[in-house]
């Protein structure tokens, strides 16, 4: 076990003091976050599709669902009928209302 020991020991040190080579020589490096490209960081949230709804017919949230590019809000307006408002969730549009 010595014997193998030895030379690694000897090589470990060679490369360490060697210029270029080893701990020394690391070069420091920046971490730049950039913004990320998917569309999901300028989506609406939940309550300001809510709102943007509540705007458009006015009444009593029942619910709230959410599909892949959009949302859909179940409100039960002062007539008593329910109306379906479908919001944009990448830009806050009305798309639908039935």
Known sequence: MRRLLNPLLIM???LIL???TGIASAQPYTVQFLPASNARQTEISQ???VAIAQKHVNGRVLSVSRSASSYRVKILNRKGNIQVVTVNASDGAILSTR
Do not use: R, V
């Open 47 to 49: 309550q300001k599709a």
């Open 18 to 20: 060697l210029p270029g």
């Open 12 to 14: 470990s040190a060679i």
